[in-house]
């Protein structure tokens, strides 16, 4: 049986309750309350309660706030607001780790007794150059040699605020000479007279990371303390400091993962407290910035940057993510479920001069290939406003939008031509007027009349007039510095843009994918009914500009082309075949559709794989996006995977043999090592379970496993449903089909 995705990190905890370490699973999520979380924090987040959560234990949301003058309330609250949106739960109390300085310190005194530390009084320059080099030991100070009582006495001393900054440091005695830098008798505390958010005025010294996290780790009963790569050198101090004070079994132990890097994007608070502190950005939750409360606000769900965070996966060497995958993951959440509403962002009138009177159309919200139903209706009449750039009158060739000599269809309404143009004293076009086809209705169109494409376009009187506002990335540079690497044209606001009137009673929280525009948000914080505001979450379409250039030894056969919301570049005659083709005969979706249209090399492929499996739509999206993704950092003669195979993994999910889930995790394998699909779906066991007499007993067996989950789900606890889903699809290695697996626990097993 095959694990899903099993990380390192889940191996470590898996061998450590199989060992019987511990009873039970404790991690925290540690953050310093010194900024707003970002996407690099929800990474730690999913990772620390995630973990918490597969394993049946829990997870402690700790404040660390050892260092008063940077630390505040706001930033605590966004760091529970942000634990919270994203789904999780901390155990208990928020903690903090100045609810244990009276413990740290009796743990301070302790080491002191035991001759394992002592106030220094170097200043800091001697410090530094008795800590000696990578290649050179250190020296011990002097100080050192204090004894017992007189140790005892300064650190209380220390404490009372007896001392100026700088005076007195504790340090512990470990290895001046040690390989490891950081162990070469690291600071435990230092003297700072500073007012604490919390402590108050209590404390004039606080205790140094090294020396709080590791003991109040401990304190809590962490088994796991799950932290960034930078932090390996600190390991030894961690172990260092809970082992010599002798302290009872079970101790934590602390795990290094990769800490998250997003190409075009700053991850630290420091260099975003930059951008709030100089008004580069409206604030912490700026929708251009990668911070939690940003992303919310501009409309990402916390479920496309959960799976954005389980895609990327848990590594143990640092990498640089392309920003475009998270992108992705919020484009790919909201497909299948926002309803396509039409916005015109740069209005451009027509008048239909052979319409008369008014009408009310029905319009589906979904497209065919989405599996969800509603429609509205909405206005027409003879005046409209169309997108200004749909109209061209010398057109270049492959624009399929409306000219002069090409009629275009009105989205959800009638086929157009256009009649004349009218423009202003400068040469202008200020209107258009057109006749529309009476029988080109769509749905019931028998006018027979060639159109290349449809556009969106609202009824001139009863359209609503909102701000729209287009993000574009913040930085213009890949590795971001500071900001001067700022791009000036981050943010364009968009005053009069025109929405069709069904989208303004029903914004609140509502998403809406705007038809060729992109995913909208309405604005939660500006957003008036007197000035309704659209956040632009993500486009369509990873756009070419933005597309990275993926260093590669070997030239590209072709590049690839790809166009953004309208045509870039013309069609040849040849691309042109192939997308009526593919529109009219094989019925894919003009986006698909122009996508191999323009690429030889997918068109190719999919040529061919039809020919072994007629399933035209369902090959067309593997092969327009797993194989086109495959194809950004290949040339086509190093896929490993033939178009034959790509028909049989298709063949597969259309008989249902396994899921679209499990197709993609079988299109991995093939590319990797050009194995047949079906030998993997053998040899891993991949078949769906569709069985009910099957999946059955695995229920029941979980349920048997788990009586106090029972228990608190018949309680009310609706929440352990995903729980039970969880362990079931766990069990079986991912095979079994989810809707089978949701009816029986709901109606069978649960109820
Ligand atoms: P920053 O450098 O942005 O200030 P930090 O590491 O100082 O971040 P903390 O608030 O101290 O932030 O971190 C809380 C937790 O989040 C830590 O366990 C830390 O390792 C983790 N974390 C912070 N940034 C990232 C990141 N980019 N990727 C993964 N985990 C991160
Ligand atoms: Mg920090």
Redesign the pocket.
């Known amino acids: 049986m095959i694990n899903k995705s099993k990380n390192f990190l889940n191996r470590i905890v898996e061998e450590d309750l199989n060992a019987g370490k511990y009873q039970e699973i404790v991690t925290r ?4 309350p ?2 707003f ?2 996407i ?2 929800a ?2 987040i999913s990772i620390n309660f995630g973990i918490a959560k597969e394993y049946l234990g829990h997870c402690n949301l700790r404040m ?1 706030d050892t260092n008063p003058t940077t630390e505040d309330t706001q930033y605590v609250e966004a760091l529970k607001d942000a634990v919270k949106w994203l789904g999780f739960e901390w155990d208990k109390e928020v903690r903090y780790t100045s609810d244990y300085f009276s413990k740290l310190y009796e743990y301070a005194i302790q080491l002191i007794k035991m001759e394992k530390a002592y106030v220094d009084s170097l200043d800091e320059e001697k410090m530094r150059e008795y800590r000696g080099t990578v290649t050179q030991v250190g020296k011990r100070s002097k100080f050192a040699q204090r004894s017992v009582e007189e140790n005892l006495d300064l650190l209380e001393r220390m404490k009372k605020g007896e001392f100026k900054e700088g005076e007195h440091v504790l340090r512990a005695k470990i290895d001046m000479a040690s390989p490891n830098m950081k162990m070469r008798d690291p600071l435990l505390y230092r003297i700072k007279d500073a007012h604490h958010f919390r402590a108050k005025d209590e404390w004039s010294i606080y205790p140094m990371y090294d020396f709080a996290h590791c003991l109040s780790d401990y304190i809590e009963g962490v088994t796991h303390s ?3 790569l930078e ?1 390996e050198n600190n390991r030894e101090i961690y172990d260092w400091v809970l082992d010599t004070l002798e302290l009872e079994p079970p101790r934590p132990y602390q795990h290094e ?1 990769a ?3 997003i190409n075009y994007t700053v ?4 260099k ?1 407290l930059e951008l709030v502190e100089k008004e580069i950005v409206s604030g912490w939750d700026d929708p251009r910035l990668p911070t939690i409360a940003g992303l919310r606000r501009r409309g990402y769900t916390p479920e496309s940057i959960l799976n954005f965070c389980e895609q990327i996966g848990v590594a143990k060497a640092n990498s640089v993510v392309d920003v475009a995958q998270l992108e992705f993951s919020i484009r790919d959440n909201l497909n299948p479920k926002v309803p396509r509403v039409m916005c015109v962002l740069d209005p451009l009138k027509v008048t239909i001069t052979n319409y008369e009177g008014s009408e009310e159309l029905e319009a589906s919200y979904y497209p065919y290939d989405v599996p969800k139903e509603g429609s509205r209706k909405v206005p027409f009449s003879k005046e409209i406003y169309i997108e200004r750039d749909d109209f061209m009158e010398n057109p270049s060739k492959g624009y399929f939008r409306l000219t002069p000599d090409q009629p275009v269809r009105l989205k959800h309404a009638y086929i157009i031509s256009c009649k004349e143009i009218i423009k202003d004293g400068q040469g202008n076009i200020v209107e258009i007027k057109a006749e529309y086809y009476p029988d080109s209705k769509s749905g019931s169109d028998t006018s027979g009349i060639k159109v290349r494409s449809a556009i969106q376009w609202v009824e001139a009187n009863k359209a609503k007039e909102i701000e729209v506002r287009l993000y574009d990335r913040l930085y213009n540079n890949e590795a971001p510095d500071g900001i001067e690497d700022i791009n000036p044209n981050s943010l364009k606001v968009i005053k009069n843009a025109l929405i069709e009137p069904s989208v303004l009673p029903e914004k609140i929280g509502v998403r809406f994918q705007f038809e060729r525009h992109g995913y909208f948000f309405a604005d939660p914080i500006d957003y008036s009914d007197e000035t309704p505001v659209f956040n632009k979450i993500v486009s369509l379409k990873e756009s070419s500009s933005q597309k990275r250039k993926v260093s590669q030894n070997k030239p590209k056969l072709q590049a690839k082309k790809v166009q953004i919301d309208g045509e870039v570049t013309p069609m040849t005659q040849e691309e042109e075949v192939l997308f009526e083709k593919y529109t009219n005969e094989l019925k894919l979706n003009s986006e698909v559709a122009n996508t191999l249209a323009r690429d030889k090399q997918l068109s190719s492929l999919y040529e061919e794989a039809l020919t072994t499996h007629s399933s035209p739509i369902n090959i067309a999206n593997l092969i327009t996006n797993e194989v086109a993704r495959e194809l950004k950092n290949k040339s086509i003669d190093e896929l490993k995977f033939t178009p034959k195979q790509i028909a049989t993994l298709i063949k597969m999910v259309d008989d249902k043999t396994i899921s679209t889930k499990i197709a993609k995790q079988v299109f991995e394998e093939m590319s990797k090592n050009g194995e047949e699909p079906t030998q993997i779906v053998e040899s891993k066991g991949l078949i769906q379970i569709s069985d009910p007499a099957v999946i059955l007993p695995i229920i029941e067996d979980i349920i048997a496993k788990n009586p106090e989950n029972v228990e608190k789900y018949r309680a009310g606890n609706s929440k352990l449903f995903g729980f039970f889903v969880g362990q079931v699809l766990k069990a079986t290695g991912g095979k079994a089909n989810p809707k089978v697996v949701n009816e029986l626990l709901k109606n069978v097993a649960l109820s």
């Open positions: 999520f540690p953050p310093e010194n900024g979380p970002h690099g924090h990474k730690s660390d799950i932290c960034t932090f993962f800490r998250l890097n991850m630290s608070k420091r975003l």
